[in-house]
């Protein structure tokens, strides 16, 4: 089998997590990279967590680079900057360094795609702002659900913030190559991290955007708890409908007519001593053995993996997660794809190892590009013609049809009138902080926020697949469009007769992607999930908490909006191999698995060692201060880290204590780490009084990392979400008028654009069988009068 991007020519500058992580997942998928290191080679090299063992140095490094080529130039001289030269001249892709201009890279050559990613951008508010992962989640709204209510919120771990801008700019980068083939024309690609971070954080700025309010930490929470077995920590989620099924499975049933807990809203008024008597049942059992249990009561429940715990974990060695490139342990694939899978040539590069090649400093293969400027792209966006047929529902799947639509493509949401998508909140009691003035209408189910955020671009098509004439409609949409995704449970699209088998039959070159959470086979493949419990189940959750505290997890579901972005770049790796080939293929996501990518570093240190990162707050082994400081207001907070002692000295004096640096408390990062409370404790009293905006900007001004702990009213007012054009007003039929929160994607050439606001119910439905499938009106007043289609959802939905 082919690899997808057989052919293509990378060079990689980036000299950063996001920029490396983009081209490493370029070449997992055939590309030829060469990663151009100046001669003390890439930063990158440098930094945490590091091998104890073998000749690996960085494990962040080598996570980022396997699979790439290694060319060591000193670009301050001329002989340097003559071989970058050739290089780029002979390249398809260039991933530039922050404050890079792209431009020049054009103008040598016409024919490459140009990105760059940076913390902030080139310009704007915030362009010189230092952005440290915990600068990024405190910007990005995610930080501020986070952790308890009065306690500092928690950032999270590892480069997450990072790693997901690697995907962005390898789905603008993709999208780009896709437009090029039709107009011989390269372009510029941007991705900020911190606009990445914004766009992963559940959408809360909606809420308010909407009525005013602010989710706040000390709100009604999710429907879940945690419970210490035996072996670790297990999260469980009590839906209101798997209430009896949950007693049942843990021998409980007497709760079911325990007045304190028989009826939904007693049961929330009394969850911790719920959670005791469930914690008394289980204290005993194995993790593993609780969650199997539950999982076939169809309760949806987790442990929290530790990440040393993943190497032996029976479920993805029967899956053949972990693979190898010599004696070392990689990751594997953050998407699977059926006729084009990844493939690791090699661990990461020595540096300079293929200085002086048999073409200079070029690999053998690469030829200079000649550009053919003779053709535009019709419509808006690099996929304008395609047309995405989405059977999903909640996020993870909708993130996927929404990147593709952001980019052009046609996309169409298919739901049954009786099962509605889930973040329509068809079954819940209206509560008014969803809907727009706190007014759910005639039809809250077209005015909630999460799908209403969700689901710009799409059209609505509701159609009831257990009828004939459903099922005939679905089957003639799969022949007039290129993918099809799907994000409910492994097995679903073969009991609808639309597996990728069938598909296939009907559009021969069909993409067809399914988002499982745990995989398609293996022991925990039926398993149901959540953001939070895939959160778990990739040994994130392990690493994030307070010391000697439970695990926590990233806002209400952090994992989605990641499945997403990974769907939609497995769909543009598969797009640009039938470009080539004419060949469709079946592409499989496992969230958890795509995730993993986030910890990578840590979760290879962890198996090298056996030694788990133990949850500590916001502390860092690598800054101090590394944390959340209290600052005027309720709650409020602004996030602190220096990470050199430059940064740590020039805190002390816009403190106002220069002499602090000095003292041998604190004189050294050993020190500080040793007396981190005491040091706590000093800059609490100093930003205890400031506003959160005002210190920040202070500190950043001096070159110290910090950032605004931002609610969702502080997203709704940035000045840098603004500036980089992330809200779209949009007119929504029902909801109304309001700014939409967006993509960090930014194609120069052929922009991605919110163009409509979520459909309502079935709005689309004649639009489809008229426009896209052609049929009579008497056709479709036939279909109507079946009962196949719906504009309001039906009980039992």
């Not at 700019?169 to 991290?193: H, K, N």
């Not at 005993?284 to 987790?302: D, F, T």
């Not at 054009?725 to 039929?733: M, N, S």
């Amino acid at each position: 089998m082919a690899s997808a991007l057989t052919g293509l020519s990378v060079v990689d500058l980036s000299e950063s997590v996001g920029g490396q992580y983009c081209a490493r997942l370029l070449a997992d998928f055939g590309a030829e990279v060469v990663l151009v290191e100046p001669p003390d080679g890439s930063v990158l090299r440098r930094m945490p967590p590091f091998s104890e063992a073998g000749d690996r140095g960085s494990l962040l490094f080598f996570h980022l680079n396997t699979g790439k080529r290694s060319v060591s130039l000193d670009l301050g001289s001329a002989g340097g900057r003559d071989a970058l030269d050739g290089l780029l001249r002979m390249a398809d892709v260039a991933i530039l360094p922050p404050g890079s201009k792209p431009q020049r890279v054009l103008a040598l050559n016409p024919h490459c795609i140009a990105a760059v990613v940076s913390p902030f951008g080139a310009d704007g508010p915030l362009s010189a702002w230092k952005g440290p992962e915990i600068v990024l989640q405190a910007l990005s709204g995610m930080m501020h659900n986070n952790g308890a209510h009065g306690r500092e919120p928690l950032y999270g771990c590892g480069r997450r913030a990072s790693f997901a801008a690697g995907i962005a700019a390898y789905i603008g980068v993709t999208a780009a190559l896709y437009a090029r083939e039709r107009t011989g024309l390269g372009q510029t690609v941007t991705v900020d991290e911190a606009e990445t971070a914004a766009a992963m954080c559940f959408p809360y700025v909606l809420q308010h955007i909407y009525n005013g309010t602010v989710k706040g930490r000390g709100d009604p929470n999710i429907p879940a708890g945690q419970v210490r077995c035996r072996d670790g920590w297990v999260c469980i989620w009590i839906y209101n409908h798997r209430w009896s099924a949950l007693c049942r499975a843990l021998g409980l049933e007497h709760l079911e007519r325990d007045e304190r807990f028989s009826a939904p809203t007693p049961r929330r008024a009394r969850w911790a001593a719920l959670f005791e008597i469930i914690q008394d049942k289980v204290a005993g059992l194995e993790a593993e053995q609780l969650v199997a249990e539950l999982q076939r009561a169809e309760v949806i429940a987790a442990k929290a993996y530790r990440p040393s715990e993943l190497r032996a974990s029976s479920h993805l060695n029967q899956r053949g997660y972990w693979e190898a490139v010599g004696e070392e342990v990689i990751l594997g694939p953050p998407f699977r794809m059926s006729r084009t899978p990844r493939r690791v040539r090699s661990g990461a590069p020595r540096l300079g190892a293929d200085n002086g090649g048999p073409r200079g400093t070029a690999p053998a293969g690469w030829r200079t590009r000649q550009s053919r400027a003779d053709a535009v792209i019709p419509g808006t966006g690099p996929l304008a013609g395609l047309r995405v047929l989405e059977l999903t529902t909640a996020w993870a799947g909708p993130m996927a049809g929404r990147v593709l639509g952001f980019l052009g493509a046609e996309a169409i949401h298919v739901e049954s009138p009786t099962r509605v998508n889930s973040w329509r909140l068809n079954k819940e009691v209206p509560n008014p902080v969803n809907f727009p003035d706190g007014d759910p209408g005639a039809r809250p189910y077209d005015r909630a926020f999460q799908f209403n955020s969700q689901n710009v671009n799409k059209l609505s098509c509701i159609l009831d697949l257990k009828t004939g004439e459903g099922r005939e409609i679905i089957r003639r949409l799969a022949a007039v469009s290129d993918v099809v995704i799907c994000n409910f449970r492994p097995g679903t699209l073969a009991k609808l007769g639309l597996d990728y088998d069938s598909l296939r039959r009907i559009r021969p070159d069909i993409i067809v992607a399914e988002l499982p959470a745990f995989g398609a086979e293996g022991p925990m493949a039926r398993y149901a999930a959540l953001g939070p419990t895939m959160e778990m189940s990739t040994g994130m959750s392990s690493m994030i908490g307070y010391p000697g505290g439970q695990p926590e997890t990233t806002g209400p579901s952090y994992l989605d909006p990641i499945g997403g972005f990974n769907a939609a770049a497995g769909i543009l790796t598969a797009l640009l191999h039938r470009q080539r080939t004419g060949e469709g293929q079946y592409i499989e996501v496992p969230q958890v698995e795509a995730a993993m990518q986030l910890i990578g570093p840590e979760l290879l240190a962890a198996i090298e060692t056996g030694r788990d990162p133990a949850p500590n707050g916001n502390r860092s082994p690598h800054a101090a201060p590394h944390d959340a400081f209290p600052v005027r207001g309720d709650d409020q907070w602004v996030a602190i880290a220096a990470e050199t002692e430059a940064e740590w000295q020039t805190l002390c004096g816009v403190m106002g204590h220069p002499g602090l640096a000095a003292d041998p408390r604190f004189a050294t990062l050993t020190a500080r780490q040793e007396n981190i409370e005491a040091l706590t404790a000093i800059i609490a009293d100093w930003t205890r009084s400031q506003d959160k905006h005002a210190v920040a900007a202070r500190l950043q001004a001096a070159g110290v990392p910090a950032a605004p702990v931002q609610t969702p009213e502080d997203l709704a007012r940035s000045g840098y979400l603004a500036h980089r054009g992330f809200f779209t007003v949009l007119e929504h039929a029902d909801a109304g008028r309001h700014p939409h929160p967006g993509l960090p994607i930014h194609l120069a050439a052929t922009p991605g654009s919110q163009r409509r606001a979520a459909p309502c119910f079935g709005a689309d439905n004649r639009r489809v069988l008229r426009d896209i499938l052609g049929m009579t009106p008497a056709e479709i007043a036939a279909v109507e009068a079946s009962g196949a289609m719906a504009t309001e959802p039906r009980p039992g939905a």
